[in-house]
């Protein structure tokens, strides 16, 4: 029977997950795979914290290099978060022939060249499954089901907790601020939620999977990100009355090597499958030139889901003779457009005068924009009426112009949403 020793970075949800899944399925993973899983060490912050379940104390340290630099470790797991030292040791580790295993979205998004450089030259494997939609194996689908494919686009709900406001505020009538509150008594955004409700975590992702599907190096940093702090209840009831719903989405198109990487709110048909993933979960619907479109769905976190990516991607670790690596061949080939094309929902408070209504779709209309539908609802306050909009399809750079070219004096814009028509 093979033995895989491996070494915990980390021992909070995700890292106490691992250990309990290991322990529960150690003999029937030995059973299947061949293999005993055995955890000979984790590091932690402090030795003395209450865990959840009853570690031998003795596997405990606060010293790193009894991790990485353990001769008896084949495996180092990393579930530290964050970026730092998170990204060093895992560093550290691959230089040092190990096999990383990482649950760490940012560090990995962040890092990723230096650790797959290392890792190829150590030949040791580096293994991510668990980094981007918690138990939903989109990476492996994507590198090892997909490669009869050419993927043109993927659009994906990969932010549980944003998810689960939006519903909660499009479901309960909800402002933003008490979705928030909900989901922070549950559990569900973390104390400082910055990173999911400002769409850091999506774009972490969304560089991951976007590079996998175009074989480039999609950066963290060419990403556009708006969060979703600004939605507010009015436009929830908008996107209804013109057939959406507003959802966090993670968008990658290629067409013909210019790529778009972008995570912001977007009015999706309410009919479209993804419309319809609620709550925490996550979704990610995919379309290769081949398969056409595909959508995977499950738990995005949590600290089994996301165990099953880990211990999945360890046992996997065991099984390829040699380890395979992305090949990014169309590096420097690729260009990250930000001059996209899409819909959008404007929503102005117009002065209450005669004539405004065709000002504004001039203004529209000399920038290229031209108008699909509109509404104007509700009474007059301050002599201003809510004024709605969805505009065909437009380039990027011409509705900037356009809601430039708007004056104060003839109407403010209180809100801008891209809408993807599915
Ligand atoms: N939570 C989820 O549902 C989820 C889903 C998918 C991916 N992930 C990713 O998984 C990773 C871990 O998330 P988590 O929720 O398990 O985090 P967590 O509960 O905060 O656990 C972090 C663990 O790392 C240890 N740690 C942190 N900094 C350390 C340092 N400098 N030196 C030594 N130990 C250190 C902590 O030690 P102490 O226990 O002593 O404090 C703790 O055990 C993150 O990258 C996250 O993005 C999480």
Not at 358 to 376: F, P, R, W
């Amino acid at each position: 029977m093979k033995k895989l020793s491996l070494g915990f970075l980390g021992f909070g949800n995700i890292g106490v997950g691992v250990w309990t899944l290991i322990n529960d399925m150690y003999d029937e993973i030995a059973t299947n795979n061949g293999v005993e899983l055995d955890i000979k060490k984790i590091l932690v912050k402090d030795i003395n914290k209450e865990r959840e379940v009853d570690v031998d104390k003795s596997l405990l340290t606060t010293n790193p290099d009894d991790v990485i630099n353990n001769p008896e470790i084949d495996v180092v797991v990393e579930f530290l978060g964050g970026e730092q030292p998170a990204a060093e040791y895992m560093l550290r580790a691959l230089k040092n022939g190990k096999t990383v295993v990482t649950a760490n979205k940012m560090a990995f998004a962040l890092h990723w060249s230096a650790l797959h450089n290392a890792a190829k030259e150590t030949k040791s494997g580096l293994y991510y499954e668990a980094a981007v939609c918690g138990a939903i194996p989109i990476i492996n689908a994507i590198t090892e089901s997909m490669q009869g494919n050419r993927i043109d686009h993927l659009y994906g709900i990969v932010n549980g907790t944003t998810n689960d406001i939006l519903t909660r505020m499009e479901k309960n009538g909800l402002s933003y601020e008490e979705a928030l509150k909900i989901a922070m008594d549950l559990g569900l955004a973390e104390p400082d939620p910055s990173s999911d409700v400002d769409g850091h975590d999506a774009a972490y992702k969304l560089s991951i999977l976007a590079s996998l599907c175009f074989k480039t190096n999609v950066k963290y940093s060419d990403i556009y990100i708006e969060g979703i702090s600004k939605i507010s209840k009015t436009d929830m009831e908008y996107a209804h009355n013109f057939g959406y719903r507003i959802k966090l989405l993670a968008i990658a198109k290629n067409d013909g090597g210019r790529i778009e990487a972008r995570v912001h709110p977007t009015f999706i048909p309410i009919e479209h499958p993804l419309a319809n993933i609620n709550g925490s979960m996550n979704s990610v619907f995919i379309h290769g030139h081949a398969c056409e479109d595909m959508m995977f769905m499950g738990r995005g976190a949590g600290s089994l889901p996301t165990a099953s990516a880990v211990v999945s991607d360890i046992i996997r670790s065991t099984e390829h003779k040699s380890h395979v690596y992305p090949n990014f061949y169309n590096n420097g080939n690729f260009v990250v457009d930000e001059n996209w094309e899409s819909a959008y929902y404007l929503r102005f408070a117009a002065k209450d005068t005669p004539g405004v209504l065709s000002k504004i779709s001039g203004c529209l209309g000399e920038n290229n924009v031209s108008i699909q539908a509109m509404q104007q609802k509700g009474t007059s306050t301050n002599a201003r009426v809510p004024v709605m909009f969805i505009t065909h399809t437009a380039c990027e750079k011409d509705i900037q112009k356009a809601i430039k070219a708007i004056s104060d004096d003839v109407a403010t814009l209180e809100s801008m949403i891209r809408v993807e028509n599915l």
